[in-house]
């Protein structure tokens, strides 16, 4: 293999796999928070035991989500030299920001939570893990604000080989940015608030302190009920903008290769990349149309008419991205979405008819679909990242340009060996812990005053 | 004054602080083995820096993310010729982390024991290769015209810089030696203590001698001049004075004067690199320098209203966390069911 294809499998598993830890991350923290908020106004000493039951499985996914992420910030300069110099006028700016704002405030204040249970005033306890989620959430921001300047460069001018800055708060508030902030945001969300249902169902459906784990079901139950909706209508937004700023994208999304107008939506096909065309279509009628333009008249643009007009400005070469595994992952993306906007509305009506907690099945099912917002979460990614392609910034720097010329193949793969194990046997470790902690419930009583 | 010269001293202060910092908690994940009997004690030296490491290590990320925004050029270069050693050093410092945040977790002492050499060599890696890595810089590194560091591995271990890793080892476990004697009682604090008395002379013999061998592997010596300034002159009276506070049981005050020592030391190395920033072996004309690494001007000012303004933010409610576990953590506390 290249160093190219070996330093992109790195980037893609490491990222992967942190993104499958920190968006449970930022969706129990504001969860745990709730929690404790409960506890502090009510007093009540159930709240208090879910704050601190619910707070050690954030601690042990926080854990993994840090020591991945410090290899992220890394990477960049690793693996990707010639990219950072071409964006680090702009790019950097977002993720020292990130570092500065985000980070310091999430670790200071995390230890500050967790070693000071019995030494602060409930206030402050309380605000200190506001404090984290409030971190985590504005990390989110930041590091999407870098990434949206790589779908949709914005607020800059090309000089000596280099974009540099020449509109900050383009950059700032990027389009793209606030569109991709909303869904992101809202999915962690929607991730955080299916764990903390399906863990409270599994403890209800053994029977284990149902009264306990009836009062997070019902906070999880409200919570991802409203966010599965809007994951849903800033999905929406989101397509609309990709229509606009990556055509690309999105034509590769429908596996669409010729223009339609108005576009129809391929719910199936199978992608001949080789032959660009998509076989054993089964097609909704104006459904793309709505997607990417809420109407049911505009065309969408196909992957060959786009091909032809890169090729008319950036010269000869395949800027299709692969079209299998993008048209794919977004239709799993949507699919599961629908999952979980449906899983959450059938417990609204559970509840309303007071069964919450006796509905077996319905308890099992969120036991079930707790895990799969992880795997949503991950197709969505897939379906940026991957749709961007060829690009590493849209329309201005190519992927293969970006690598850093000075690493050998042989470390690049070495080291993503090594990366891959080591972070399997962490998930390992992680899957391991959460199993041992979840499993008991809610503890009698606080055993521990030192965290370690 | 200009941009450039404001964010290289900014970056100075981030690098500064973090060895500061982190230079005390690796200094007490490698002393942890030797001064603990039993499990509880290696709690108790653990919680000492139990609610600080993380946020310690912050100031790396926050000066990795800085140094990408105003220097992209010396971030890329640095990052891509140094990618082994800082590969280990991202192993190092996640199995650490795994060790602190997952040892109490489990009570089976294999699981205990495993989070312990994860500590330990999690702690030792990452200070050795910051010294081999800082070394590397201020001997001046095979950097082409086209800005990439064109050397191996080998090169980079070379024995000098080896030497400056050991250097830095040893300078953090006294630090962390010292900070442990302000956070334990007992035992503990004896053993700590003891530690300190016997390491003080010869990490003082072995970074003199490092320093003196400078002259001939370093260009530091070029632009400070042979006499040493106030810089340098400072770290050497701090050092001495450390050992006099640690005699006369001055604890906190011997815990900021190895601190103190740790800052001129690196104080002099920023200040002896500048303006360059990556000097060049193979021609002066290659170096990077703080003006043709630089970003331009706008982000440069962009980013120093920001740090202005979180700065100070950051500097007070970390010190507030300081204050708030500043009590000494004791075995009766560990090993207390409460």
Same mark, same amino acid.
């Given at each position: ?47 208090? &035991? ?5 707070? #050690? ?25 010639? +990219?950072?110099?071409?964006?680090? =006028? ?40 506001? $404090?984290?989620? @409030? ?8 590091? $999407? ?5 790589? %779908? ?56 284990? %302190?149902?009264?306990?784990?009836? #009062?997070?079901?019902? @906070? ?30 999105? *034509?590769?999304?429908? !596996? ?53 007009? /890169? ?42 008819? =007071? ?20 795997? *949503? ?10 749709? &961007? ?47 041992? +902690? ?15 | ?15 500064? !602080? ?30 000492? @820096? !139990?609610?600080?490491? =993380? ?8 000066? !990795? ?17 140094? /990618? ?11 199995? &650490? ?21 994860? @500590? ?32 191996n591995l080998l090169h980079i271990l070379n024995p000098y810089a080896l030497l400056g890793g050991v250097v830095v080892v040893l300078i953090f476990v006294l630090h962390g030696a010292l900070f442990l004697s302000l956070r334990t009682d007992g035992e503990i604090k004896k053993r700590v203590e003891k530690i300190s008395f016997r390491l003080w002379l010869p990490i003082g013999i072995i970074t003199a001698a490092f320093t003196i061998l400078g002259y001939w592997n370093t260009v530091l010596f070029e632009g400070l001049g042979l006499v040493p300034g106030t810089l340098p002159a400072l770290a050497i009276i701090t050092f001495l004075a450390t050992f006099a506070f640690m005699r006369y049981k001055m604890q906190g005050y011997a815990f900021g004067s190895i601190a103190a020592t740790i800052l001129l030391g690196a104080a002099v190395v920023f200040y002896g690199l500048f303006p360059n920033v990556m000097p060049s072996s193979m021609d002066k004309a290659y170096s990077l320098t703080i003006y043709n690494a630089s970003s331009s001007d706008l982000t440069l000012q962009v980013m120093t209203v920001v740090a202005l303004f979180f700065v100070p933010i950051v500097l007070a409610y970390q010190g507030w966390s300081y204050y708030i576990f500043s009590k000494r953590v004791t075995r009766d506390a560990i090993s207390r069911p409460e």
């Amino acid at each position: 293999m290249e160093v190219l294809e070996i330093a992109r499998w790195q980037f893609g598993i490491t990222t992967i796999y942190h993104f499958f830890f920190v968006p449970l991350t930022m969706g129990l923290a504001v969860l745990t928070a709730i929690l404790q908020s409960f506890y502090y106004r009510t007093n009540s000493h159930d709240y208090k &035991r879910l704050t601190k039951f619910f707070g #050690k499985l954030f601690i042990i996914i926080f854990a993994v989500g840090v020591v991945t992420g410090i290899v992220l910030e890394f990477q960049f300069g690793m693996a990707w030299s010639e +990219y950072s110099r071409f964006v680090g =006028d702009i790019f950097g700016i977002p993720l020292a920001i990130e570092a500065l704002m985000a980070f310091f405030l999430e670790s200071t204040f995390i230890a500050v939570w967790l070693f000071g249970w019995d030494r602060l005033p409930k206030s402050i306890h309380l605000l200190s893990i506001w $404090l984290v989620a @409030i971190g985590s959430t504005l990390s989110a921001i930041w590091i $999407l604000i870098a990434n949206a300047w790589m %779908q949709t460069p914005v607020g800059y001018v090309l000089n000596e080989g280099r974009a540099e800055l020449n509109d900050f708060v383009a950059v700032m508030l990027n389009e793209q940015m606030l569109v991709m902030a909303q869904h992101t945001i809202i999915t962690a969300f929607v991730t955080g608030g299916l764990f903390m249902l399906g863990i409270s169902a599994w403890h209800i459906l053994r029977g284990n %302190q149902v009264e306990v784990f009836a #009062k997070s079901a019902r @906070i999880a139950l409200i919570f991802t009920a409203v966010a599965s909706v809007l994951a849903a209508t800033t999905g929406h937004s989101h397509a609309q903008h990709t229509v606009k700023n990556q055509p690309m994208k999105l *034509a590769a999304m429908e !596996g669409l290769w010729e223009s339609e107008e108005p576009a129809s939506f391929s719910l199936f096909a199978t992608i001949d990349q080789e032959a660009k065309e998509s076989k054993r279509e089964i097609k909704l009628p104006y459904l793309t149309s709505v997607l990417a333009y809420n109407n049911i008249t505009s065309e969408v643009k196909g992957m060959n008419d786009l091909q032809a007009q /890169y090729e008319e400005r950036h010269g000869e070469g395949n800027y299709i991205p692969p079209v299998t595994v993008v048209y794919w992952s977004f239709r799993l993306m949507v699919g599961l979405g629908i999952v979980f906007i449906l899983t959450a509305l059938y417990g609204i009506v559970q509840w309303w008819r =007071d069964r919450l907690e006796t509905s077996r099945r319905y308890l099992k099912i969120t036991t079930y679909v707790m895990f799969l917002p992880l795997l *949503a979460n991950s197709l969505g990614w897939i379906v940026a990242e991957m749709g &961007r392609q060829p690009w590493i910034v849209q329309d201005v720097l190519l992927t293969s340009e970006g690598v850093s010329p000075n690493v050998s193949a042989t470390s690049m793969l070495l080291t993503t060996i090594v990366f891959t194990l080591v972070y399997g046997f962490l998930a390992a470790v992680a899957v391991f812990l959460l199993h041992k +902690y979840a499993k008991p419930g809610v503890a009698e009583e606080d055993t521990d005053a030192h965290a370690y | 004054m200009d941009y450039q010269v404001i964010w290289f001293i900014l970056i100075s202060i981030l690098f500064i !602080g973090y060895f500061v910092l982190e230079g005390f908690d690796f200094g007490v994940g490698i002393l942890m083995p030797f001064i603990s009997k039993d499990d509880v004690d290696r709690r108790v030296v653990i919680n000492t @820096i !139990g609610p600080f490491w =993380d946020a310690n290590e912050v100031w790396l990320i926050t000066a !990795g993310g800085a140094m990408f925004a105003a220097f992209p050029e010396w971030y890329a270069t640095l990052f891509s010729g140094f /990618y082994i050693p800082l590969f280990l050093m991202l192993l190092a410092l996640i199995l &650490r982390a795994v060790g602190f945040e997952f040892r109490s977790k489990m009570t089976q002492p294999w699981w205990r024991k495993a989070a312990d050499q994860f @500590i330990f060599w999690g702690s030792l890696i990452p200070a050795l290769l910051w010294g081999v890595a800082f070394t590397n810089i201020v001997q001046g590194l095979p950097i082409g015209a086209d800005k990439n560091f064109t050397g191996n591995l080998l090169h980079i271990l070379n024995p000098y810089a080896l030497l400056g890793g050991v250097v830095v080892v040893l300078i953090f476990v006294l630090h962390g030696a010292l900070f442990l004697s302000l956070r334990t009682d007992g035992e503990i604090k004896k053993r700590v203590e003891k530690i300190s008395f016997r390491l003080w002379l010869p990490i003082g013999i072995i970074t003199a001698a490092f320093t003196i061998l400078g002259y001939w592997n370093t260009v530091l010596f070029e632009g400070l001049g042979l006499v040493p300034g106030t810089l340098p002159a400072l770290a050497i009276i701090t050092f001495l004075a450390t050992f006099a506070f640690m005699r006369y049981k001055m604890q906190g005050y011997a815990f900021g004067s190895i601190a103190a020592t740790i800052l001129l030391g690196a104080a002099v190395v920023f200040y002896g690199l500048f303006p360059n920033v990556m000097p060049s072996s193979m021609d002066k004309a290659y170096s990077l320098t703080i003006y043709n690494a630089s970003s331009s001007d706008l982000t440069l000012q962009v980013m120093t209203v920001v740090a202005l303004f979180f700065v100070p933010i950051v500097l007070a409610y970390q010190g507030w966390s300081y204050y708030i576990f500043s009590k000494r953590v004791t075995r009766d506390a560990i090993s207390r069911p409460e």
